[in-house]
């Protein structure tokens, strides 16, 4: 048992190298390991979906998939270059929603979002919830939403930064109840979260990877949650649309990207794999824990990321204009 | 030397700082600067590009009233600046496209004519124990996602 | 007594022999890879967290844990050594641990590092283990005032850190602070003096910066006269402290450990101060402040057991509250979840096993990395007598590789060339680089939080004075500052300055 573990860390890169060496079964694409590009740091939530699906999708390809951590401009800098990469079906691209907002966030993008990239599928669509320190006054949704109207000089909504969800659902909520309150931006999730647990700021929206564990040991209070169904780890939370804000539904949802010109047996290729990532078990664990599900098989088609993207694109482009507010 | 001598390297220093400040001044007049309640990018930026040119400007004057010996600069390294500063450069321009094992090798033997000991036999030497080294602890080892020979290369 | 059977069930968890084992693998693979020139604990980290993935849950964080203590004492390694510092910590253990293994003293360096290191560990995992909870709530009073008021007594501090002219040195602060404004505004997303690189949208690269200013240029300074003198190696002297030393470290040690412990807890930037505050109250308590800057051994033992120290209780915030204190711990966090734990607020009362047993490994890889690190010392130093015109290829290919490994982004490597320039020419105009580097990672931090206790008070200043805290720490940079231009001691400084001329 310890001789296993001990093997395995010691090995475990070694093991990288030898799918490399060992490779020959295949026919045809892929012949050498892939480079999955993912545009934020190592270890942060769409780095841990990155991973999941990377590791089940290598089993299948026969060829293992690194992943690379390009972080840096709100994920721009991994899509665009990814953008320019040769269009072979080895470097691939794993983004989230950012891709859509970054169209109108950045007014000066290096890449063209809609005609820079081919389709693998969608991975996981991420649900948010709305959460307030635990000694907010309001005591559901509808009352939240009144107490912000009637109290907007004074209360404070934190988010992790322009482009992050927290930001984005922040928009979402101010254009959906129609009032303007002081947003608060901060350098990431940790530090708006520690804030929010330290009293210092009234609420914010972010996504269940980072509230769920606050959530079940109380140290915050939920009030709503942002997916159209209820979630399954708070089934007595309720969903923004029974508190009557539908156009407050959204989701970080994560896609698989190639540059331009991949062929589609590349692409189709890696669809079929990763519907069958997203199938496993384990990811279906893994995802459960992170408050999240994977996308259903007719999603994770090229055809369905395309078609999410174009439209989230346009419902951003507006949302984003109203606010004003720009990343570059 | 009790009369106060004008330090050279001091009014250099000052200069320079004053310089900096000018540069960063200029790069903060494209942004807002706003209110000292409501603060604007530009905002504490002006503020402490003002407080190094003050700085600079204090430094220059003191170097004309010197009462400490001025100290000679020393030789300067041309051969190092020549040879050591563009290794990174030369690694980051070339890492992804011929690959990091050239990329490294190359770098790692511009690095060693940095110095004038080094003969180039011994540099060969030495960057193809550096490169053969990295490249079996970070690429093979530690699985870093690098391309160990790129696009470049014919092969 | 309920302390004692936590702790006893945490040993019991990280003393079985699997989890002994990859603590110490992680202690080495840490320690091999952060000694590497220029490849800092973020690096390390970054490099090696892959690995821990496929592990159990408690293995992974004790072999993670372990991986970031061995990366810090690698870190502490190369700055004595060959004045190259991979994290903000060691940059202060650069300035007199590099002078005192110029002198021949770099054994007694190390050997006061690990050991200052492993007091200090063991002090703050008993701290942690007892407070943890209480000192959970202490960090949440601290808001954005809390911070700003601390990092401008932070900042007043920092003109210690510079032995030669106090006014080069805050020119170098301001320099610094402007450096670290490089980036986009995170209140607006402004780009500034980015020059249009979307590259630096981020802002530089720490280990660029710190890389830079200090190695490549002493690098470059080693490189001047090279056929006249015979680079700095050829004595390497006693490797063991004597009596006198271990007298002389006692204090600085204590201290360092209070004050780390005390300000590691902080997760909003604490930390980065730790060892920059206890360089400076050595300096102020030290009966001759004129050694500092030239080798001065309490200048390398208070900020290690400060950096050390903090290093163990920034561990509260993560454990108690699932949140992370710095990006290492944000690499943890990562870990944890793909090992199916996402932490938080629960994740003692649900996994006790887990809680504990990281924290009885924290202090068995301390104990490991002393026990492994001083018979290392001797081999360490020896490295300085290899020929330095082969030694500086080594570094520079190593640097280039450790900056690009932690974002894959050239311009960072260009950064370090810039910087090294930067250093170098700095080096000849007799500015010195730590006070830079202090503004630079202040800076940042500085204007965040201004800016954000002004939004919060709706633009009322009052705030930082009205909140106790606050305005306690506003009394004491008052305070130090007074301290500072007090006649006498400026009196002091001068003989100090003169004497560092002639």
Redesign the interface.
């Known amino acids: ?2 001789i296993r ?2 093997l ?3 090995s ?3 093991v ?2 030898c799918a490399l060496t060992g490779a020959g079964f295949a026919q045809g694409y892929p012949e050498r390991q892939i ?1 999955m590009v993912v545009p934020f ?5 769409t ?2 979906v990155a ?2 699906v990377a590791e089940k999708m290598s089993g299948d390809l026969g060829q293992q998939i ?9 994920g ?2 991994g899509a ?1 270059r990814v953008a320019e990469a ?1 269009a072979d079906g080895y470097t691939i691209l794993l983004h989230h929603i950012g891709m859509a907002t970054a169209a109108t ?1 950045y007014r000066s993008l ?1 890449y063209d979002t809609t005609n820079a990239f081919e389709y693998v599928g969608l991975v996981t669509e991420v649900p948010m919830v709305m959460v307030a320190r635990k000694d907010f006054e309001p005591v559901d949704f509808p009352g939240f939403i009144a107490y912000v109207k009637e109290n907007a000089d004074t209360v ?1 909504m934190a988010n992790a ?3 992050a969800a927290s930001h984005l659902c922040g928009m979402l909520f101010q254009s959906a109840i129609e009032t303007q309150f ?1 947003t ?5 999730t ?2 708006a ?3 929010l ?5 009234d609420f914010m929206c972010d996504q269940t ?1 980072n509230t ?3 959530i ?4 915050v209070k939920a009030y709503a949650a942002t997916s159209p169904e209820r979630l399954a780890i708070f089934p007595d939370l309720p969903t923004v649309a029974e508190a009557g804000v539908p156009q407050m539904e959204v989701g970080i949802w994560h896609g698989i990207y190639a540059p331009k010109g991949t062929s589609e047996e590349v692409t189709t290729r890696l669809s079929a794999s990763l519907q069958k990532a997203l199938a496993d078990e384990g990811v279906v ?2 995802m459960a ?2 408050g999240t599900a994977p996308s259903p098989a007719a999603d994770a088609t090229p055809a369905a990321l395309k078609a999410k993207l174009e439209s989230e694109i346009a419902r951003w482009k507006t949302v984003i204009e109203a606010a004003g ?4 | 030397m009790t009369s106060p001598t004008t330090d050279r390297s001091e009014a250099i220093a000052g200069a320079l700082l004053m310089l900096a400040a000018g540069f960063f001044a200029w790069q903060t007049m494209d942004l807002r600067i706003g209110t000292a309640l409501r603060m604007g990018p530009g905002y504490f930026p002006a503020i402490l590009s003002g407080i190094l040119f003050l700085l600079g400007l204090l430094v220059f004057l003191k170097a004309f009233r010197s009462t400490a010996t001025s100290e000679a600069m020393g030789a300067i390294a041309w051969r190092g600046l020549l040879f050591i500063l563009p290794a990174p450069v030369f690694f980051g321009l070339t890492v992804r496209g011929l690959g990091f094992v050239p990329a490294l090798f190359l770098t790692a033997l511009i690095a060693a004519m940095a110095s004038m000991r080094m003969k180039l036999h011994w540099a060969l030497l030495l960057a193809f124990l550096v490169t053969l080294f990295s490249t079996l602890v970070f690429s093979y080892a530690l699985g870093l996602p690098f391309r160990r020979f790129g696009p470049w290369l014919p092969f | 007594m309920e302390f004692l059977s936590n702790l006893a069930l945490g040993f019991s968890v990280a003393s079985s022999l699997e989890n002994l084992t990859f603590c110490l693998i992680g202690v080495l693979l840490g320690t091999l890879i952060g000694v590497l020139p220029g490849i800092g604990a973020t690096a390390t980290i970054a490099m090696l967290l892959p690995i821990t993935f496929q592990l159990e849950p408690v293995s992974s964080l004790i072999m993670l844990a372990g991986i970031y203590y061995g990366a810090q004492y690698g870190g502490s390694t190369t700055a004595i050594l060959i004045n190259m510092p991979g994290e903000s910590s060691s940059a202060v253990t650069a300035i007199d641990g590099y002078q005192m293994a110029r002198k021949g003293r770099a054994g007694i360096a190390l050997a006061v590092a690990a050991i200052g290191s492993f007091f200090a560990g063991t002090v703050s995992t008993f701290l942690v283990a007892l407070f943890a909870p209480l000192l959970t709530t202490v960090a949440l009073k601290f808001g954005s005032a809390e911070y700003f008021s601390l990092m401008v007594l932070g900042l007043i501090m920092s003109v210690a850190l510079a032995h030669g002219s106090v006014l080069k040195a805050l020119a170098m602060v301001v320099l610094g602070l402007l450096l670290g404004m490089v980036g986009s505004d995170i209140y607006d997303g402004t780009p500034r003096f980015t020059m249009g690189i979307t590259a630096y949208a981020d802002g530089l690269n720490f280990v660029a910066v710190a890389v830079g200013v200090f190695g490549i240029a002493e690098i470059l300074r080693n490189l001047e006269d090279e056929h006249d003198r015979q680079v700095l190696t050829s004595h390497v002297g006693r490797l063991w402290p004597t009596r006198e030393d271990f007298r002389a470290i006692v204090g600085p040690v204590l201290r360092g450990t209070g004050l780390g412990s005390v300000l590691g807890i902080l997760p909003g930037g604490g930390a980065i101060l730790a060892s920059f505050a206890s360089y400076t109250v050595e300096k102020k308590l030290s009966k001759n402040p004129g050694e500092f800057g030239h080798g001065a051994i309490a200048g390398v033992a208070g900020p290690e057991s400060a950096n050390n120290a903090g290093a163990q209780t920034s561990f509260i915030p993560l454990l108690t509250l699932g949140i992370p204190a710095n990006p290492v711990m944000a690499l943890m966090i990562g870990a944890m979840i793909i090992q199916g734990i996402v932490p938080g607020p629960n994740v003692a009362s649900e996994q006790p096993g887990l809680f504990w047993g990281i924290i009885a490994s924290m202090w068995i890889g301390n104990l490991m990395l002393v026990v492994l690190n001083l018979p290392l010392i001797g081999l360490w130093v020896k490295l300085l007598k290899v020929p330095y015109f082969i030694l500086f290829p080594i570094i520079m290919a190593m640097c280039s590789i450790g900056v690009y490994s932690v974002a894959s982004n050239t311009w960072d490597l260009y950064a370090v060339a810039f910087f090294g320039l930067l250093g170098y020419v700095m080096g000849k105009l007799r500015f010195e680089p730590a006070p830079l580097l202090l503004g630079f990672v202040l800076g940042p931090l500085l204007e965040e939080h201004l800016r954000r206790a002004l939004i919060l008070s709706r633009g009322d200043a009052a705030t930082f004075i009205n909140r106790p805290i606050s305005l306690t720490l506003l009394l004491l940079a008052v305070g130090v500052l007074v301290l500072v231009f007090l006649p006498a001691i400026r009196k002091s400084r001068d003989e100090v300055f003169t004497e560092s001329e002639g």
């Open positions: 048992m310890v573990h001990l395995g860390a010691v475990a890169a070694a990288l190298s480079t740091a190592a270890g942060g939530p780095d841990t991973r999941l690194i992943v690379e951590n390009v972080g840096g401009a709100g721009t800098l665009g040769d966030l290096p404070t930064g322009i482009g002081v608060v931006p901060y350098k990431g940790g530090p979260m520690t804030d647990l330290g009293g210092q700021v990877t769920s564990q606050q079940a040991g109380g140290t664990k893994a824990d992170l507010v720009y990343a570059d």
